[in-house]
């Protein structure tokens, strides 16, 4: 398998996972550093820190110049916190391209 296929495959999977227990508020799935990195950690064919670039790059994640994190404000600690921020209209694109076959 080629690594392309791992990390798209590996993402849809992730995302499918969130979606059962994560809110998608603006077409954004919020979550913390931590839980993001033990999602991308389960696999080892690649680095955490390969990973987030690669993630950053395809647009699978929301981020700052030189972070894999936003600013998001918590309506519940009432302040500014860095988050993960998942793209839910790339996913929704990454899913449809990668699992619908065309006969050419």
């Given at each position: 398998?080629?690594?392309?296929?791992?990390?798209?495959?590996?993402?849809?999977?992730?995302?499918?996972?969130?979606?059962?227990?994560?809110?998608?508020?603006?077409?954004?799935?919020?979550?913390?550093?931590?839980?993001?990195?033990?999602?991308?950690?389960?696999?080892?064919?690649?680095?955490?820190?390969?990973?987030?670039?690669?993630?950053?790059?395809?647009?699978?994640?929301?981020?700052?110049?030189?972070?894999?994190?936003?600013?998001?404000?918590?309506?519940?600690?009432?302040?500014t916190?860095?988050?993960?921020?998942?793209?839910y209209?790339?996913?929704?694109?990454?899913?449809?391209?990668?699992?619908?076959?065309?006969?050419?």
């Amino acid at each position: 398998m080629k690594p392309f296929e791992l990390i798209v495959k590996e993402y849809i999977s992730i995302v499918e996972h969130l979606e059962q227990i994560k809110p998608i508020e603006n077409n954004r799935i919020v979550l913390d550093r931590e839980v993001f990195r033990t999602l991308l950690e389960q696999y080892n064919y690649m680095t955490f820190s390969a990973k987030t670039k690669i993630y950053k790059q395809l647009n699978f994640i929301m981020h700052d110049k030189n972070n894999y994190t936003m600013p998001y404000k918590d309506t519940e600690l009432k302040k500014t916190v860095r988050k993960v921020i998942i793209n839910y209209v790339t996913y929704q694109t990454v899913k449809h391209l990668f699992e619908n076959e065309i006969a050419i």
